[in-house]
């Protein structure tokens, strides 16, 4: 499985931009798909998921109410709707998936999750 992300640019303070994550196989086979992102000097942070057994939304407290995440099956995307955007959001955003089994609660964790897209570049300008 390989995962393309992309949608990353240069925005202002406020601006949207959604983030597109393009899988090699079929989503509907994956468990755990969520989004990450990490700056320099820091550890890689959860953003937001979504689980498979219920098709749950999970967000970081820092985006909620500001970020959507969404799948098509039938592209085999998931996207990352970013709204409201701060230069506190500025990072490289990777898209990841778990192939195998996994609980719920692995969703937020970085080892919870076995395959990973390349990262695409977000900045916010104040």
């Known amino acids: 499985v390989q995962l393309q992300a992309s949608g990353g640019g240069l925005v202002q303070t406020g601006d949207s931009l959604r983030l597109s994550c393009t899988a090699s196989?079929?989503?509907?086979?994956?468990?755990?798909m969520g989004w990450f992102r990490q700056v320099p000097g820091k550890e890689r942070e959860f953003v937001a998921a979504?689980?498979?057994?219920?098709?749950?939304?999970l967000y970081a407290d820092s985006v909620k109410g500001r970020f959507t995440i969404s799948r098509d099956n039938t592209k085999n995307m998931i996207y990352l709707q970013m709204n409201s955007l701060k230069p506190e959001d500025s990072a490289v955003y990777y898209c990841?998936?778990?192939?195998?089994?996994?609980?719920?609660?692995?969703?937020?964790?970085?080892?919870?999750?076995?395959?990973w897209g390349q990262g695409t570049q977000v900045t916010v300008s104040s």
């Open positions: 979504i689980t498979r057994s219920t098709s749950t939304a």
């Open positions: 196989d079929r989503i509907f086979n994956f468990y755990n």
């Open positions: 990841a998936v778990r192939t195998s089994w996994a609980p719920d609660v692995a969703a937020r964790s970085v080892a919870g999750y076995n395959v």
